[in-house]
């Protein structure tokens, strides 16, 4: 089972930013969060991840709280080609396969 | 640097029909995965390969999946005899190895839709 839980669905609008939330309340001392997407049925495209320090890249921003039990992603201006599944995984070490859930469905409207 | 690269895109092929993917990492990547998705379910590992040597099969459902990775680049998954279950989308990934870091980034390739009729 997934570590992690998040909304079903969101809506964003075109030009605003998205974000994300992510539950992990079971999140070990030594586990990363890792955000992908899906975009239609394309395989799932590596966004962003970190361990306790939020982080940003050309795509997008990662908020971990302090506790470390929960995590935002944060589209700073959604685009309609932002539309997609996002999911949020917990990874503990080097090797070890991914746990997927649901995900989030962000639908950026015009 | 090309990504993952999946061979071939779409395949349909009747129960009992044997069907061979393929999965070519990115280049230099020790380590290589394969996921897949069933309709309406979530997308499932299935199998870890480090270099040539798989590290983890445990999401493998049954006899019926062969994987290899000869020489430790490219992997084929073997489905025989395929089953109506088997249909769905399925994922490889690579990443590079865990010498010096503590985790890695997995890159996906696009994924090869398998329809068993």
């Known amino acids: 089972d997934a570590k992690t839980t998040q909304p079903t669905s969101m809506d964003c609008a075109e030009g605003r930013a998205a974000n994300l939330p992510c539950n992990h309340s079971t999140i070990s001392g030594n586990e990363y969060v890792y955000w992908y997407r899906q975009i239609h049925s394309q395989g799932p495209q590596y966004i962003i991840h970190?361990?306790?320090n939020n982080e940003t890249n050309e795509m997008a921003s990662l908020i971990i709280t302090e506790d470390r039990k929960s995590s935002t992603l944060i589209l700073p201006h959604a685009t309609l080609r932002d539309t997609a599944v996002y999911y949020c995984i917990v990874v503990a070490f080097y090797g070890q396969n991914f746990v997927f859930g649901p995900g989030t469905r962000l639908s950026v409207l015009p | 640097e090309a990504g993952v690269t999946q061979f071939p895109s779409h395949s349909v092929i009747e129960k009992g029909q044997t069907v061979t993917l393929r999965c070519d990492p990115i280049s230099g990547h020790d380590n290589l995965y394969w996921y897949r998705r069933v309709m309406g379910k979530e997308i499932k590992f299935l199998l870890h390969f480090v270099k040539e040597s798989k590290q983890d099969e445990s999401g493998m459902p049954n006899n019926r999946f062969l994987a290899e990775r000869t020489g430790g680049t490219y992997s084929t998954l073997k489905v025989q005899p395929a089953e109506l279950e088997d249909s769905g989308v399925y994922f490889c990934?690579?990443?590079?190895?865990?010498?010096?870091?503590?985790?890695?980034?997995?890159?996906f390739g696009p994924g090869t839709r398998l329809t068993v009729l």
């Open positions: 970190g361990l306790k």
């Open positions: 990934a690579s990443s590079q190895s865990g010498l010096v870091k503590r985790t890695d980034t997995q890159y």
